[in-house]
């Protein structure tokens, strides 16, 4: 029994030093996929740059952490994690039940989701999914975009084989609506393409993505979310927000 005792000290010790010595010299190790824009991808001189990016390192600047991204295959991440390869994990994670069973997550920081892009001047005609049910919308081909607006259009929904032939047919008035992911819809709200098109506030679906940490690491979990509300309160949240998808969140 005491030699039991003394091995489960020991495991306790080592798992707390797993969760401390990596960021004990004010170094938070991240991992992520970059290869989803604009929340995370590599830029010409091959570093990790997107939203997420932006987020995680204000969210250590007003912790006074460093922030070190290490990319890596989305399905190695939750094992890294596991493993105290990393501390933390930031590439447009859903928090799902299946995920929170063998990590923990943050407070959400971002609604994704199907969303529906009209035109500007149709605003105040379409203020609600009711209002556009049965009115001819876009999509993607093959998308479960394309399957929401075949159902809320009731059968009057256009397919195409891309997103900015989508965004083109609105804009030429061939459709009421754009049914897509809301990242992407909004990554287009940032181009210049994108003039007289704004986002209804009404989501059709909704998921929260979340930074994830290792199961039972309350401390990294306390310096994220507390993070996560400094930059909320101080304003540094609302303009990373803006600065990839030109629009308040």
């Given at each position: 029994m005491v030699k039991k005792l003394h091995l489960l000290c020991a495991c306790s010790l080592a798992a707390a030093m797993c969760f401390s010595s990596a960021y004990a010299d004010n170094v938070i190790r991240v991992g992520t996929e970059a290869t989803y824009a604009p929340f995370e991808f590599m830029d010409d001189e091959a570093k990790p740059q997107g939203y997420d990016i932006d987020i995680i390192t204000a969210i250590g600047e007003a912790m006074g952490y460093e922030v070190q991204v290490q990319n890596m295959p989305f399905d190695g991440l939750i094992p890294a994690l596991?493993?105290?390869?990393?501390?933390?994990?930031?590439?447009?994670?859903?928090?799902?039940?299946?995920?929170?069973?063998?990590?923990?997550?943050?407070?959400?920081y971002y609604k994704s989701g199907?969303?529906?892009?009209?035109?500007?001047?149709?605003?105040?005609?379409?203020?609600?999914?009711?209002?556009?049910?049965?009115?001819?919308?876009?999509?993607?081909?093959?998308?479960?975009?394309?399957?929401?607006?075949?159902?809320?259009?009731?059968?009057?929904?256009?397919?195409?084989?891309?997103?900015?032939?989508?965004?083109?047919?609105?804009?030429?008035?061939?459709?009421?609506?754009?049914?897509?992911?809301?990242?992407?819809?909004?990554?287009?709200?940032?181009?210049?393409a994108s003039e007289g098109v704004v986002e209804m506030s009404e989501m059709i679906t909704a998921e929260d993505y979340g930074i994830a940490v290792a199961k039972g690491n309350t401390e990294m979990k306390q310096v994220i979310d507390e993070g996560l509300k400094k930059i909320r309160e101080n304003g540094t949240f609302a303009k990373i927000h803006q600065k990839w998808f030109s629009v308040a969140e």
């Amino acid at each position: 029994m005491v030699k039991k005792l003394h091995l489960l000290c020991a495991c306790s010790l080592a798992a707390a030093m797993c969760f401390s010595s990596a960021y004990a010299d004010n170094v938070i190790r991240v991992g992520t996929e970059a290869t989803y824009a604009p929340f995370e991808f590599m830029d010409d001189e091959a570093k990790p740059q997107g939203y997420d990016i932006d987020i995680i390192t204000a969210i250590g600047e007003a912790m006074g952490y460093e922030v070190q991204v290490q990319n890596m295959p989305f399905d190695g991440l939750i094992p890294a994690l596991m493993t105290s390869q990393i501390d933390a994990v930031i590439a447009a994670m859903t928090i799902t039940p299946e995920r929170a069973q063998r990590v923990d997550f943050s407070e959400p920081y971002y609604k994704s989701g199907l969303s529906v892009l009209i035109r500007e001047a149709d605003k105040d005609k379409y203020t609600s999914l009711e209002s556009l049910k049965g009115q001819p919308l876009c999509a993607q081909i093959g998308t479960t975009g394309a399957m929401k607006a075949d159902e809320l259009s009731g059968g009057n929904a256009k397919s195409f084989n891309t997103e900015p032939e989508a965004f083109m047919e609105l804009k030429a008035g061939g459709c009421e609506g754009v049914v897509n992911d809301r990242p992407v819809n909004l990554y287009y709200l940032a181009t210049a393409a994108s003039e007289g098109v704004v986002e209804m506030s009404e989501m059709i679906t909704a998921e929260d993505y979340g930074i994830a940490v290792a199961k039972g690491n309350t401390e990294m979990k306390q310096v994220i979310d507390e993070g996560l509300k400094k930059i909320r309160e101080n304003g540094t949240f609302a303009k990373i927000h803006q600065k990839w998808f030109s629009v308040a969140e």
